[in-house]
C-alpha cells in the first residue's frame, strides 16, 4: 500500500501562489503514475493534473491548464503542484494521489488512481 503525505495548502488572496507537496512511501517500486486531486464541499472528487514516468509527461484539466504546473522531485517518490494565479474557484480540498501504473495518458488517467493522501485545504479569498 502506497502511503501519501501532503502539505503545502494554506490561505492566499487571489492572484498569488501556493505550492504543494506530496511524498510518497510504502511503494514495492516507485509509483509510475503520480497526481493532484482536488474536492469541493459537497461534489465529487475531480483529477487536476498528473505526472508520469518515465519521461514525467503531464496533463493538466483544462480549468488549471497555464496557471499549475506538477513536477517531480529528484527521487521521484515527491510530487510538487505549483499553482499560481490562483482565483477563489481554486478552494478545495486537494489530495495527492498515486498507482503504479496509468492505462492513458489523458484525463482516462485519472481513473487509474488507487492510493490517496489525507488531503490540503487551499483556500483563495477574493
Known amino acids: 500500500q502506497i502511503q501519501l503525505v501532503e502539505s503545502g495548502g494554506g490561505s492566499v488572496q487571489a492572484g498569488g501562489s501556493l505550492r504543494l507537496s506530496c511524498a510518497a512511501s510504502?511503494?514495492?517500486?516507485?509509483?509510475?503514475?503520480m497526481g493532484w486531486f482536488r474536492q469541493f464541499p459537497g461534489k465529487e472528487r475531480e483529477g487536476v493534473a498528473h505526472?508520469?514516468?518515465?519521461?514525467?509527461?503531464?496533463y493538466y484539466a483544462d480549468s488549471v491548464k497555464g496557471r499549475f504546473t506538477i513536477s517531480h522531485g529528484d527521487a521521484k517518490n515527491t510530487v510538487y503542484l505549483q499553482m499560481d494565479s490562483l482565483k477563489s474557484e481554486d478552494s478545495a480540498m486537494y489530495f495527492c494521489a498515486a498507482s503504479y501504473w496509468c492505462n492513458y495518458k489523458d484525463r482516462r488517467a485519472f481513473r487509474d488512481f488507487r492510493n490517496w493522501g489525507q488531503g490540503t485545504q487551499v483556500t483563495v479569498s477574493s
Open positions: 510504502g511503494y514495492t517500486f516507485i509509483p509510475n503514475c
Open positions: 505526472i508520469q514516468l518515465p519521461d514525467s509527461g503531464t
